[in-house]
């Protein structure tokens, strides 16, 4: 694990972002709330929360944080068909929270997979990726404006 002790405690924040996509039919019951394992989205919102606050426990050599703030959204997007995620999380710290705001998006997206499987097991979770983060030693990070082209 780096060593982080001589770094300066300062807000951090990052947003991250992901999709999963399914049938017209699979789309439409979870809309309707009629999924056989309950309410799909309140689910998978309140996993990807939980999951930011486990990400030291997840992912090998990430520090454990003390996480002010986890925002986990769920928008549906009709033309997937399917739901946007976006993870927005914030701290006071000496590191980064890019994994936290990458694994609340990663398990609320596999939740949201687990609570439909029984309608369609050919649900896709996609792109999933860091949005933007503030804070720290490396500055700020805006996948829009910072993205270079290939």
Do not use: W
């Amino acid at each position: 694990m780096v060593d982080v002790s001589e770094k300066i405690a300062t807000i951090r924040q990052a947003v991250a972002a992901g999709r999963v996509r399914m049938q017209p039919e699979t789309f439409a019951a979870v809309q309707a709330g009629n999924a056989p394992k309950g309410d799909v989205l309140a689910t998978a919102k309140l996993a990807g929360i939980m999951a930011a606050k486990q990400t030291a426990q997840l992912i090998p050599l990430c520090h454990p944080l003390p996480l002010h703030k986890v925002k986990v959204d769920i928008l549906p997007n009709p033309e997937l068909p399917g739901y946007e995620i976006r993870a927005e999380v914030k701290t006071k710290s000496e590191t980064g929270v890019e994994m936290e705001a990458l694994t609340a998006v990663s398990v609320a997206a596999l939740t949201l997979y687990d609570m439909v499987k029984a309608l369609e097991k050919s649900v896709q979770i996609e792109a999933i990726y860091l949005v933007s983060k503030t804070g720290g030693k490396s500055g700020d990070f805006d996948i829009f404006t910072d993205l270079k082209p290939q």
